[in-house]
């Protein structure tokens, strides 16, 4: 009975209840369950956690694609300016091509290129022997309707003298009165023939119409020579007279107040690096050209000693009534807008379009007169779509910037 007394050591334990088969099990399923639960959790966090990443992610690109990238540059600032220089071209106060009034072959010209000539100074003679005998006709033809005027007048006075005596008829009288008037218009029109005709035989010399100097000559002894400046016909000679010269500038609007008449101006050329020429303004067109926004004006300049040539190429300063301030931008800067010319300036990480006028026009760079300051950053090629207040990012180069 002793050896039922003793515990068995690896008996389960109880608790009287008799489940001592069941405890461990319930347990496990618990920890399966809550690892699952904590499984399902974090998988669900992962995949919204995700979700809201790439939304953020997402729309920061977007943000961030839609700023555009523009490369700057700084306006120059020009020194104060007390007078514009503006470029021109010298011509001749007068400038006449010399055409031939009548057909001929020239037979001997006096003059070539270079040469200064006198008004009324004998150019060229112009040999028509055609128009020589028509002249010869055109003189016997008057001479006979002369002659038979004449008679007429003989003839008329006699039948009126007559019909007093009733010798002849009343009508015989008027016819020979008649004759009378008509051969004296008959004489009136030769008359008139011979004098168009002596008018153009005295085109057979050709003479200068006013002083100045040959600059062309286009034709030679013994060539065909057709009457008229149209086609065929050419001109004979060039004259030009350069005791004064005109000078034709363009001077902006923003300037077109110095362009007024008598106001002086100072004329410099290449060749006389270190001599000015006093000229003055003349005249204006007192109109505003709308292609280039200019004022086309005339500056005279007297030429005495004929050192300036015609055709030359000239700068002209003008006097401005105080002096401007002004800057120098990039012509690929502009943007040209149907409320005006503007210019693109980064502001606070925004472009703004700012309205300017514009002086001169350097070709590469233009001059703004107003508008713009040194310290602003104009925007480089601005694109077409530009509008104010769209956000822009400033790069230092070309690279992945939009043309």
């Keep these: 009975m002793a050896s039922d007394d003793r515990s068995d050591p690896e008996a389960p334990p109880t608790d009287g209840s008799g489940a001592e088969h069941h405890g461990r099990p319930g347990w496990a399923a618990l920890v399966v369950l809550t690892g699952a639960a904590l499984g399902l959790g974090f998988f669900i966090y992962s995949g919204i956690h995700g979700r809201l990443e790439a ?92 002659s038979n005027l004449a008679l007429a007048k003989i003839t008329a006075d006699r039948w009126q003298s007559l019909i007093n005596t009733r010798s002849v008829s009343q009508q015989s009288t008027d016819q020979a009165v008649e004759n009378l008037g008509a051969m004296q218009a008959s004489v009136d029109s030769y008359a008139a023939n011979v004098h168009r005709l002596e008018d153009l035989v005295s085109f057979e010399k050709v003479y200068a119409p006013f002083d100045g100097i040959i600059t062309v000559r286009n034709t030679d002894i013994g060539w065909l020579i057709d009457a008229g400046a149209n086609p065929p016909s050419s001109e004979l000679f060039q004259l030009a007279e350069i005791g004064t010269l ?125 508008g713009l300051s040194p310290t602003d950053a104009v925007i480089v090629n601005p694109s077409d779509s530009l509008i104010s207040g769209a956000a822009v990012r400033i790069v230092t180069s070309t690279k992945g910037v939009a043309p």
């Design 55 to 146: 939304a953020s992610s997402l729309k920061r690109m977007t943000e961030e694609a839609a700023i555009s990238d523009v490369l700057v540059v700084n306006p120059k600032e020009n020194p104060p300016t007390e007078e514009i220089t503006l470029p021109g071209g010298t011509q001749p106060y007068i400038s006449s091509p010399i055409y031939a009034r009548t057909n001929g072959y020239l037979l001997k010209w006096f003059f070539d290129i270079g040469a200064r000539v006198k008004k009324g100074e004998l150019l060229a003679v112009i040999d028509t022997p055609e128009l020589d005998k028509q002249l010869e006709q055109a003189r016997a033809d008057l001479q006979t309707a002369k």
């Design 246 to 370: 005109r000078i034709f500038v363009a001077v902006p609007q923003v300037y077109s107040r110095v362009a007024r008449n008598g106001a002086p101006a100072t004329i410099t050329l290449d060749e006389f690096p270190n001599r000015t020429f006093r000229g003055k303004v003349t005249r204006t067109s007192n109109s505003i050209d709308l292609a280039s926004r200019t004022l086309n004006t005339e500056v005279d300049v007297d030429n005495p000693t004929g050192q300036l040539l015609p055709g030359a190429y000239v700068k002209v300063h003008l006097k401005l009534p105080g002096q401007t301030h002004a800057v120098t931008i990039p012509s690929n800067t502009l943007l040209f807008r149907s409320e005006g010319l503007r210019a693109g300036v980064v502001r606070n990480g925004r472009a703004q379009l700012v309205p300017i006028t514009i002086g001169r026009d350097y070709g590469a760079t233009v001059e703004v007169v107003s």
